[in-house]
């Protein structure tokens, strides 16, 4: 029975993994397809490639600058966010603040909601207020990695506090004693240990301003325009190039790959990290 109960388990998450990858083999197929072949019959498996959608993308100097742009926003609020996340979750997890539990949740109130909500406050604050001179945050890079962090950070300080709450408050009290300073004891002794849930938050953090759209098609027009945004100017009045908007989904997918499969093995300790309590 138990060998049994096995076999249905490896057929079961057989089954789940194909049904999850079969949308993007789907979509690397149309990727190397004519568009005349598109609208035909479906074939299930390739017979041949058609590598022109891919030349088309790689020699768009106006794609390779909107990938650049993603690139810089995405790791750019990555890091930010990252930072004043383990910062602010320190904070409020090793001192005695009155109402911090408040503060948790009103933090996480502002990921719940919609990112429509924000678009027009947003919007005016970064052509009328956050101006110097001739310069606006609006359609910039530094303007949208700011803008990422209302999203974004909410998210960061929930997922680093039961990383940080499984670390016991003796070690720091230990290193104080040794004469450690405040930021030593962050730097050397907590965050070491908090290594994990940093880079499952670093991770899912850029994923997330990586995958973006909306506050993006919105407060860009060209200069800090991302690759996401860049999918919509192939739908156009004459038709849309399905074949070339798929090529660029897959090259939006290779970098959150890659990323990934750097921090895989901080995803289960991250995750689970201060689960149970010492």
Not at 155 to 181: C, H, N, Q, V
Not at 233 to 244: A, F, K, R, S
Request: charged letters at 10%.
């Amino acid at each position: 029975m138990k060998r049994q109960s096995t076999w249905l388990s490896l057929v079961f998450w057989i089954a789940v993994s194909l049904i999850t990858l079969f949308p993007i083999y789907w979509l690397f197929v149309i990727s190397v397809k004519p568009a005349v072949d598109l609208f035909t019959t479906p074939d299930l498996f390739l017979k041949s490639f058609y590598w022109q959608n891919y030349l088309d993308v790689l020699t768009d100097r106006t794609l390779r600058g909107y990938m650049w742009n993603s690139l810089i926003v995405s790791s750019g609020n990555a890091l930010l966010v990252t930072t004043l996340g383990f910062l602010a979750c320190y904070a409020l997890t090793r001192y005695d603040l009155g109402g911090k539990e408040s503060i948790f949740f009103w933090t996480i109130t502002n990921r719940m909601a919609p990112p429509a909500v924000f678009l027009l406050p947003l919007f005016l604050l970064m052509t009328s207020y956050y101006r110097i001179g001739n310069f606006s945050l609006l359609d910039t890079k530094i303007g949208l990695i700011l803008v990422y962090c209302t999203l974004n950070l909410p998210f960061a300080i929930w997922t680093l506090r039961p990383t940080l709450d499984g670390i016991p408050k003796d070690l720091d009290e230990a290193a104080y004693m040794d004469g450690a300073s405040s930021w030593k004891v962050i730097s050397e002794v907590v965050f070491p240990l908090a290594r994990p849930g940093v880079a499952v938050t670093l991770m899912l953090t850029w994923v997330f301003a990586w995958n973006e759209y909306l506050l993006a098609a919105t407060l860009t027009n060209f200069n800090a325009r991302t690759l996401t945004t860049g999918l919509s100017e192939y739908v156009t009045t004459t038709g849309t190039e399905w074949g070339v908007m798929a090529t660029i989904s897959v090259f939006t997918l290779i970098p959150a790959l890659i990323v990934f499969s750097l921090v895989q093995k901080h995803i289960v300790a991250g995750l689970t990290f201060g689960a149970v309590k010492g």
